[in-house]
């Protein structure tokens, strides 16, 4: 009798230490990192940013696997397709709520079919005009809008995209009315923006340096909460407008399919916040026109709810309708 029970307690025990063994194991193979844009842009490049940081912590290769289109749903459904192991990834853009809202075929709830890992950075949006706008200054903008409503325009590189609902929400907030122009992609929307056909639009503060640097636009605002290294003496919306709090960042962060290990995914978060720790990652970062995020899955978890709410709210008051 002693003998058997000794048997069971050494059974016990051993089941007890297997949990901890497992998750000591992870990543005992290569991660994939799945990215719904096209290599060369600049998420793609933060992406790979922190695969290598990842990669370099974890002691596994972090291959990041781009699956461009349908507003990054296809790069979606390839993590939930996949298994729940930690071993496939999705590195995620604002996309991921807009796109629960805009397209019929994403078929997914963030908040069901998702774990957030972590919220990794974001890039700040510029209220920028074309250079012969009459208005020099955010205020002015404001000024010369309300006394034409519907007189002037807004272009976007196509509806229910970022920098469509992102001036939506700020018009709307301000009580403006412009009209919206779409474009197939952001490159003609800023063609259109320099050359006059649109007089505002609001996108990354990477994408539209060129333009300002050569004076073809004008910034007006940050649409942060604080200004930006890049252009310092550009004000933010919520000095300029009495918006306090007011923010609209192209945020991105990692999430993983519904079921994955927990230790996975608290692995996975030490890691991204021991790179954002690091300052010559963060100079890298920024270097890349992005801020740096963090902190933890819960945080990121409440941060997607509060975004899936907001943004929802505007594709209904903007009439974009699900394709």
């Known amino acids: 009798m002693t003998k058997?029970?000794?048997?069971?307690?050494?059974?016990?025990a051993a089941g007890s230490l297997s949990i901890p063994a497992l998750a000591d194991t992870y990543p005992s193979r290569p991660i994939k990192m799945v990215l719904g844009f096209p290599p060369g842009g600049p998420t793609d490049v933060t992406a790979r940013m922190f695969a290598q940081a990842i990669s370099e912590d974890l002691g596994q290769p972090v291959v990041v696997d781009n699956r461009a289109g349908g507003g990054s749903t296809?790069?979606?459904?390839?993590?939930?397709?996949?298994?729940a192991d930690g071993y496939t990834?999705?590195?995620n853009t604002s996309s991921l709520v807009l796109a629960a809202s805009l397209y019929k075929s994403a078929n997914y709830d963030v908040a069901k079919d998702l774990v957030p890992v972590v919220r990794t950075a974001g890039a700040p949006m510029v209220v920028a005009v074309t250079s012969g706008f009459p208005a020099k200054t955010f205020k002015e903008f404001v000024d010369v809008v309300k006394r034409k409503p519907?007189?002037?325009?807004?272009?976007?590189s196509g509806a229910g995209t970022i920098d469509h609902l992102a001036p939506?929400?700020?018009?709307?907030e301000l009580n403006l009315r412009m009209e919206h122009v779409p474009y197939a992609g952001t490159a003609p929307a800023l063609v259109g923006l320099a050359s006059g056909d649109t007089q505002m639009m609001v996108t990354t503060l990477t994408t539209i340096m060129p333009f300002v640097a050569d004076k073809r636009l004008r910034p007006l605002a940050i649409a942060s909460p604080s200004r930006s290294g890049m252009l310092p003496e550009v004000p933010t919306v919520a000095e300029e407008a009495g918006l306090p709090n007011f923010e609209m960042t192209a945020w991105t962060g990692i999430v993983a399919a519904a079921g994955t290990p927990p230790a996975a995914v608290a692995r996975l978060n030490e890691s991204v916040n021991k790179a954002l720790r690091n300052p010559r990652f963060v100079e890298r970062l920024r270097a890349a026109g992005a801020e740096p995020y963090g902190g933890t899955a819960a945080a990121y978890g409440a941060y997607l709810a509060s975004e899936s709410v907001r943004w929802k709210a505007v594709i209904e008051r903007a009439g974009v309708q699900p394709q």
């Open 89 to 91: 990834i999705l590195y």
């Open 150 to 156: 519907g007189s002037y325009n807004y272009g976007s």
């Open 168 to 172: 939506a929400l700020l018009l709307s």
């Open 74 to 83: 296809i790069a979606t459904r390839a993590v939930l397709s996949a298994p």
């Open 4 to 12: 058997f029970k000794f048997l069971i307690a050494a059974a016990l």
